[in-house]
């Protein structure tokens, strides 16, 4: 299964008893929008729902950072979701969320057929393709975590990091927020972007019809906000949500050396011990 599926290949495979589809639509809370109720009102047939504010660890006081491997294998299981299952994620957020619920699945705690579905539900709805309602019921099967942070870059690693200038560090945050022409709207969260890094808002990896750009437009994307894509990555944003949508792009251009800062600027912003630097990249 290719990590990117479009919506004919997942309408061909949605009674495959191996496939698990898995709506992961996540909203800020200034988006005014309740995510579960959402999916109730309408999901694509057979998708169970995935809460990522529960998928995520709670005894942090930063927003999304990820859960204890437990944690995810219970989540996991509640949703039906066992050892050997194809997995598609999909969402209908802004934040393209889809991406940070197949990083967590794929890169963290080692699944591996996982797939995100290309344009999600939008697409799906906009070609006619049938939606339900209400909840799934499912039957709890194991699910075996193989925690890997691997993929996962901390704070002190990001200091030195910074400090090098021999990986690429790009931020998906609006300019505004990068260049600190805004004051962060969360409190003792100082304004500016991690020295050394590149601003890649991530809402320029996708297509207007909320499809990803693929090939030569996904790389111009990089490209043309500075980023070297001959270095080593790292992805960072104001939560780990969607730095992972950067994640995802360099993967989709076949990079294997990207990483995730999974604190971003929720943890680099608000420590005392780290240099914020301000203006354009």
Request: glycine share 10%; aromatic share 10%; net charge negative.
């Amino acid at each position: 299964m290719e990590m990117l599926v479009s919506t004919e290949w997942l309408a061909g495979e949605l009674d495959a008893s191996d496939l698990y589809v898995v709506d992961a639509t996540y909203f800020l809370p200034d988006h005014g929008r309740d995510a579960k109720a959402e999916y109730g009102f309408e999901h694509i047939p057979g998708a169970v729902f995935m809460d990522l504010d529960d998928v995520r660890d709670t005894g942090s006081d930063l927003p999304m950072m990820l859960p204890p491997a437990e944690r995810f294998a219970s989540r996991m299981q509640s949703l039906g979701i066992g050892d050997g299952s194809r997995i598609v994620f999909y969402d209908n957020s802004p934040l393209h969320s889809a991406a940070r619920a197949w990083f967590m699945t794929k890169e963290v705690f080692g699944a591996h057929n996982v797939a995100v579905l290309d344009g999600g539900l939008a697409k799906w709805k906009s070609e006619g393709r049938p939606v339900e309602q209400g909840k799934q019921q499912v039957r709890h099967r194991h699910f075996t975590v193989f925690h890997d942070d691997g993929a996962v870059r901390t704070l002190p690693q990001m200091k030195d990091i910074s400090a090098s200038g021999d990986t690429e560090i790009v931020d998906a945050r609006d300019a505004d927020r990068f260049e600190a022409k805004v004051d962060d709207p969360r409190p003792n969260v100082t304004a500016g972007h991690i020295p050394g890094s590149k601003n890649l808002p991530y809402e320029k990896l996708f297509n207007a019809d909320g499809t990803w750009k693929q090939g030569d437009e996904l790389r111009v994307a990089f490209t043309d906000a500075g980023v070297d894509l001959d270095k080593p990555l790292v992805t960072s944003c104001n939560s780990g949500m969607t730095a992972a949508v950067l994640y995802f792009g360099a993967k989709l251009l076949g990079k294997d050396d990207v990483a995730l800062y999974d604190g971003s600027w929720s943890e680099w912003g608000a420590h005392s011990d780290t240099e914020k630097a301000t203006g354009a990249a």
